[in-house]
C-alpha cells in the first residue's frame, strides 16, 4: 500500500515530504477492505478493521476532486463503493 505525494504541492521545506509513502501489507483471504477518508488537505487509509493505517497530509493549489486507486500486480474486483460526506468540527458563525 502506498500515497503518493510527488505532487502534493509546495515541498521546498522537506526532502522527504514528495515522495512515494508506503506501508506494509498483511492481507489475509482473498478479500481487503479499506476505509479512505479524504477532507481538504488530507487522506486516511485503514484496511481490513485497521490492520493497516496511513495518514499523509497534501497542500492542493486547488480542491481535490478525485479518487484513483491503482493495482501493481494482477487484477482487482471492486465489490461495493461508497462515499459519505463528512460534517464539518469547525462551527459557522
Known amino acids: 500500500h502506498y500515497i503518493d505525494r510527488r505532487k502534493a504541492g509546495p515541498a521546498d521545506f ?9 506501508a506494509p501489507a498483511t492481507q489475509v483471504g482473498d478479500t481487503l477492505e479499506m476505509e479512505l477518508y479524504v477532507d481538504l488537505a488530507s487522506v486516511e487509509l485503514f484496511t481490513d478493521d485497521g490492520q493497516l493505517a496511513m495518514t499523509d497530509i497534501f497542500f492542493p493549489s486547488e480542491p481535490l476532486t478525485k479518487i484513483e486507486l491503482h493495482v501493481v500486480k494482477g487484477t482487482v474486483d471492486l465489490l461495493k463503493g461508497e462515499l459519505i460526506p463528512l ?3 469547525w462551527s459557522k458563525k
Open 14 to 22: 522537506s526532502d522527504v515530504f514528495a515522495a512515494i509513502h508506503r
Open 87 to 89: 460534517k464539518s468540527i
